[in-house]
């Protein structure tokens, strides 16, 4: 098991990924049985529709600000605010403007 998608150097974490217009871009950065940890750039208005995880998951928002909507809540985050989902839970993330999160995620509950 190895890191993916990061120097080996020192480097910005908002430098990991890029922000295209129109586009939602992801790149893995760990990945194996037990967690998921990847970073994601996400173009103005642009969104991810409802998802969920069998496990827990973590969300960083590196730069800009996003709302991750639930049943029960909309979460207005900005840089540098982290968030937890809960395993199960149906969640859509939205970008008014761009911005760049890191996502962690654990496979099992």
Do not use: W
Request: hydrophobic share 40%; proline share 2%.
């Amino acid at each position: 098991m190895t890191f993916q998608n990061i120097p080996d150097r020192p480097h910005k974490l908002e430098d990991l990924i890029q922000i295209i217009d129109k586009q939602v871009l992801s790149a893995a950065i760990f990945n194996n049985d037990d967690i998921n940890i990847s970073i994601f750039g996400f173009a103005d208005l642009e969104n991810i529709s409802e998802e969920q995880y069998a496990g827990d998951t973590l969300f960083y928002i590196i730069t800009g600000t996003c709302t991750i909507k639930t049943k029960n809540d909309n979460l207005n985050l900005k840089a540098g605010d982290i968030c937890k989902i809960e395993k199960n839970t149906l969640h859509e993330i939205h970008a008014e403007n761009s911005f760049k999160m890191l996502q962690i995620t654990l496979k099992k509950a």
